[in-house]
């Protein structure tokens, strides 16, 4: 059975720091994309930032450039995204995600999908 389970979230004032961990179990990911999205009350869930499993290749969202980085564990089967300088419009529930190639930007690209992790930046 496939699983992603997001966990790290919580609450961090404006220009703190947070690590998302995504511990991703059901079968090998090599040749995934694997993808960190979030989603605002009242708005779409848009794409944070992704990363190839074997590659090792990332691509980021212009908002979080320079501020977040993601990363993976090949031996922990775990993908992470660390939040520094965190702003108040980073608040959202963070969605983990893998998909199989395409637009790394599109959510409709990715198969499996975790829970999500709340997020709650205070200014």
């Known amino acids: 059975q496939v699983q992603l389970v997001e966990s790290g979230g919580g609450l961090v004032q404006a220009g703190g720091s947070l690590r998302l961990s995504c511990a991703a179990s059901?079968?090998?990911?090599?040749?995934?994309?694997m993808g960190w999205f979030r989603q605002a009350p009242g708005k779409e869930r848009e794409f944070v930032a992704a990363?190839?499993?074997?590659?090792?290749?990332?691509y980021y969202t212009d908002s979080v450039k320079g501020r977040f980085t993601i990363s993976r564990d090949n031996a922990k089967n775990t993908v992470y995204l660390q939040m520094n300088s965190l702003k108040p419009e980073d608040t959202g529930v963070y969605y983990c995600?893998?998909?199989?190639?395409?637009?790394?930007?599109?959510?409709?690209?990715?198969?499996?999908w975790g829970q999500g992790t709340q997020v709650t930046v205070s200014s």
């Open positions: 995600a893998a998909g199989a190639g395409g637009m790394w930007t599109s959510k409709n690209q990715y198969i499996y």
């Open positions: 059901g079968r090998t990911w090599n040749n995934y994309v």
């Open positions: 990363i190839h499993w074997s590659a090792g290749g990332t």
